[in-house]
Nanobody
């Protein structure tokens, strides 16, 4: 069983910073892309940032130059450093990972996994 566990959300004033973490655990063979998505009340879930296994990154235009995604492959963990936060960044942030995990015995299976979400609230 593979799990993604997020941490680091909370309440911060506009202009402040937060760092989100997401650790993958379980019978993992390898992890390809990892990323962060967010969903504000009444809105669809949207991409925030992704990072490939080799470190290539992709950001939503709304967070470029403010947010930085990184990963520690040895720890199966992805991070999101969020600076210069704005009230419109308020949302539940979800971690996502494309993971090849062991299933039966040594068989492997690729699946898309999601964390439980962590609330980020930015006050004005």
């Amino acid at each position: 069983q593979v799990q993604l566990v997020e941490s680091g959300g909370g309440l911060v004033q506009a202009g402040g910073s937060l760092r989100l973490s997401c650790a993958a655990s379980g019978r993992i063979f390898s992890i390809d892309a990892m990323g962060w998505y967010r969903q504000a009340p009444g809105k669809q879930r949207e991409l925030v940032a992704t990072i490939g296994s080799g470190g290539s990154t992709n950001y939503a235009d709304s967070v470029k130059d403010r947010f930085t995604i990184s990963r520690d492959n040895a720890k199966n963990t992805v991070y999101l450093q969020m600076n210069s936060l704005k009230p419109e960044d308020t949302a539940v942030y979800y971690c996502n990972a494309d993971i090849i995990a062991y299933s039966l015995g040594t068989m492997r299976r690729r699946s898309d996994y999601w964390g439980q979400g962590t609330q980020v609230t930015v006050s004005s």
